[in-house]
Antibody, heavy 125, light 107 residues
Framework: QVHLVQSGAEVRKPGSSVKISCKVS????????ISWVRQAPGQGLEWMGG????????NYAQRFHGRVTITADESTNTAHMEMSSLRSEDTAVYYC??????????????????WGQGTLVTVSS | DIQMTQSPSSLSASVGDRVTMTCRAS??????VAWYQQKPGKVPEILMF???TLQSGVPSRFSGSGSGTEFTLTISSLQPEDVATYYC?????????FGQGTKVEIK
């Protein structure tokens, strides 16, 4: 059973940055995509980007490109998502999620089988 | 980027009713569509993938169909525990866009 454990809630001021971690309990950390998904209060799910740890290069949704950095540390089985220039609209629950072994994937793209518990980020002055 | 549009945005039905919701892609995505269930206050969970393949443990009253640009999720007999918001997601390529969700309530 794969578990994803995220870091705790954060409060930030507008214009600052936040870095969230996601520790994965799985021997196969390096080979499956870790995605980051956010959900603003009362809103839907929004895919932000993802990384295959063994490749090290992340892909981002256009609207987050340049403001979000996704990294993965193979030595600690931990993925990170850092967002800069925070604004009030970034107040949301941020989830990490991991693909899993499946014959129904399309290359490195797949559905997310396992999710972290979510991290609430509040941006307020 | 390919957009995913779900309809309706919400629905209310009685226990035992058959419920159907739709997800439309702005371009073809083959069968690379997943459905997630998010119960109130909970983390999303994978329900279905490859357009119609149920995740292990998901009740058989859930079914899916579709390929290309149109996909449906059906609950054959709505149960109280099915109250949730259902999201489709394409995963043929990045970005792995979600639909805006369909909220299911009991009448």
């Amino acid at each position: 059973q794969v578990h994803l454990v995220q870091s705790g809630a954060e409060v930030r001021k507008p214009g600052s940055s936040v870095k969230i971690s996601c520790k994965v309990s799985a021997d196969t950390f390096t080979i499956y995509t870790i995605s980051w998904v956010r959900q603003a209060p009362g809103q839907g799910l929004e895919w932000m980007g993802g990384i295959v740890p063994m490749f090290g290069t992340a892909n981002y949704a256009q609207r987050f490109h340049g403001r979000v950095t996704i990294t993965a540390d193979e030595s600690t089985n931990t993925a990170h998502m850092e967002m800069s220039s925070l604004r009030s609209e970034d107040t949301a629950v941020y989830y990490c999620a991991r693909d899993g072994p499946s014959p129904f994937c399309h290359g490195t793209n797949c559905y997310s089988q396992n999710w972290g518990q979510g991290t609430l980020v509040t941006v307020s002055s | 980027d390919i957009q995913m549009t779900q309809s309706p945005s919400s629905l209310s039905a009685s226990v035992g009713d058959r419920v159907t919701m739709t997800c439309r892609a702005s371009q073809g995505v083959s069968t690379y569509v997943a459905w997630y269930q998010q119960k109130p206050g909970k983390v999303p969970e994978i329900l279905m993938f490859d357009g119609s393949t149920l995740q292990s443990g998901v009740p058989s009253r859930f079914s899916g169909s579709g390929s290309g640009t149109e996909f449906t999720l059906t609950i054959s007999s709505l149960q109280p525990e099915d109250v949730a918001t259902y999201y489709c997601q394409k995963y043929d390529s990045v970005p792995r866009t979600f639909g805006q969700g369909t909220k299911v309530e009991i009448k």
